[in-house]
C-alpha cells in the first residue's frame, strides 16, 4: 500500500519540516518503509510512528530526548524514543534514566515504563531512526531517516524560544552541530547503556534541563511519573 510519510505528520510538523526536506530522498523513504511495513515485522506499529510529533506539538517543543533506534523487541516501541508502553518490562537504558532521575530529583522510581507524560508536557522523544525491523537492531539505519529527523532537529532550533536538547552518548552528540542558536541549551553526557553508564551517572540531567528552562523564563518539566 502506498505510504506519503508527511501525510502521517500532524499538520504543524508537516508545515515546518516539509521545507527541510528534498523532496525525492522522501519519497524514496516513504516507498521504503511501506514495503517494510508490507514484508517484514516493523516496530513501532504503523499508527504509533509519529506518536512522538502527535504528543509534543512543535509550538509547545521545549525539550528534546534524542534516541538512536526503535526498540526491536515484542509490544516495546510505541514511537517515542527509550519508552515502553505500560506492562512491557522496563529496558537497562531506560531503567538507568530512572535510577539517574531518582538520584538527581529525589523522586521514586516508575514501575511503568511509558513517557507519554513528558511528551505532553514539551518533550519531543525523538529517535533519530523511526523504524526498525523486528530482532534487527539498526536494520533502517542509513535509509533516509536520518536527513528526517535531522529536519526535526533543525525546525526546533528555528524557534526563537529556547529548546533544551538532551543528547545521551556519542551518536546523539554528533547531531550538536545542528544547533546554532544562541538562546538553546544542548545537555551532553554519555549514553544511559548499561557499556557505557559510567558516564551518565551523576550528570544530573533533569534538573539541569529545568534550570535551562526557568532561566528563560519557561515552565519547568514535572519529570515524575506515576
Same mark, same amino acid.
Do not use: M
Given at each position: 500500500m502506498p505510504l506519503d510519510l508527511l501525510d502521517l505528520l500532524p499538520d504543524d510538523w508537516r508545515a515546518v519540516l516539509e521545507p527541510l526536506l528534498d523532496p525525492l530522498p522522501t519519497a524514496a523513504l516513504s516507498a521504503f518503509v511501506a514495503g517494510e511495513y508490507e514484508q517484514q515485522t516493523i516496530y513501532p506499529p504503523r499508527e504509533d510512528l509519529f506518536n512522538a510529533f502527535r504528543h509534543c506539538p512543535y509550538d509547545g517543543a521545549?525539550? %528534546?530526548? %534524542? !534516541?538512536?533506534? *526503535?526498540y526491536h523487541g515484542p509490544g516495546q516501541a510505541h514511537g517515542l524514543s527509550f519508552s515502553v508502553r505500560d506492562g512491557i518490562r522496563i529496558p537497562p537504558s531506560l531503567r538507568n534514566i530512572y535510577k539517574e532521575m531518582a538520584a538527581d530529583l529525589e523522586v521514586p522510581v516508575s514501575p511503568s515504563g511509558d513517557l507519554t507524560p513528558w511528551a505532553d508536557q514539551g518533550v519531543l522523544l525523538l529517535n533519530a531512526v523511526l523504524t526498525? &525491523? /523486528?530482532? /534487527?537492531?539498526?536494520?533502517? /539505519?542509513?535509509?533516509?531517516? $536520518?536527513?528526517?529527523?535531522?529536519?526535526?532537529? &533543525? /525546525? %526546533?532550533?528555528?524557534?526563537? $524560544? &529556547?529548546?533544551?536538547?538532551?543528547?545521551w552518548g556519542a551518536y546523539a552528540r554528533k547531531k550538536a552541530k545542528l544547533i546554532t542558536g544562541s538562546q538553546h541549551v544542548v545537555i551532553e553526557s554519555g549514553h544511559p547503556s548499561p557499556l557505557s553508564q559510567k558516564s551518565f551517572f551523576g550528570t544530573r540531567p533533569f534538573s539541569a534541563v529545568n534550570k535551562a528552562l526557568t532561566d528563560a523564563?519557561? *515552565?519547568?518539566?514535572?519529570?515524575? %511519573? !506515576?
Open positions: 521545549r525539550v %528534546l530526548i %534524542l !534516541g538512536q533506534d *526503535p526498525v &525491523r /523486528a530482532a /534487527a537492531a539498526g536494520s533502517h /539505519a542509513k535509509k533516509g531517516w $536520518e536527513e528526517f529527523t535531522d529536519a526535526a532537529i &533543525r /525546525a %526546533l532550533n528555528a524557534k526563537e $524560544e &529556547r529548546v533544551v536538547f538532551v543528547l523564563g519557561l *515552565p519547568e518539566i514535572d519529570w515524575k %511519573l !506515576g
